[in-house]
């Protein structure tokens, strides 16, 4: 017998999603659904003791299609996915992804260096590097431990 977790929040977000599903169908657009709408990649970012890095999906997106500004402590990331030859559309089954302008922004912490952020591109996964400033690295300090002096050194007691 399988041990199955209880979550009580399933069925609502069960019926959340029928509601989307229902309510999406219902206004999306019949025809062309996807083609050229504004559409938000996957973002995964995570952090260790150096920096702070996002990998964003950006998927048939060529790297110099790709804008990245920081201003005050706001990094934003813009772009746009094209559709490969439109004119050919007809010939088309089908089209679920989404094609179109991009923008994601991201408010940078006060630990971020702005000024050394650095962008690689690979596979369609886009990896930016926000190293942190030094000053806010965390710093380990050894406890210095006094050598006993000579004289404080007991001397041997003789019984």
Do not use: C
């Not at 999306?28 to 964003?56: N, Q």
Request: aromatic fraction near 8%; hydrophobic fraction near 35%; glycine fraction near 4%.
């Amino acid at each position: 017998m399988a041990i199955t977790r209880y979550d009580p929040f399933r069925d609502l977000f069960r019926l959340q999603d029928q509601l989307f599903k229902t309510f999406g169908e219902a206004y999306a657009p019949r025809e062309e659904s996807g083609l050229t709408a504004a559409w938000t990649p996957a973002v995964d970012v995570f952090e260790d003791a150096d920096s702070i890095t996002l990998k964003v999906e950006l998927p048939e997106v060529d790297a110099k299609d790709v804008d990245i500004q920081v201003e005050a402590n706001q990094l934003t990331i813009r772009g746009e996915r094209k559709l490969e030859k439109a004119e050919e559309r007809e010939g088309y089954h089908r089209i679920e992804r989404t094609y179109g302008a991009f923008s994601r922004s991201f408010t940078l912490p006060s630990t971020v260096d702005a000024e050394h952020i650095s962008a690689e591109s690979r596979d369609g996964v886009l990896r930016l590097v926000l190293p942190k400033r030094a000053e806010t690295k965390p710093r380990q300090i050894k406890v210095q431990v006094e050598a006993a002096r000579p004289s404080q050194v007991a001397a041997p007691s003789k019984h």
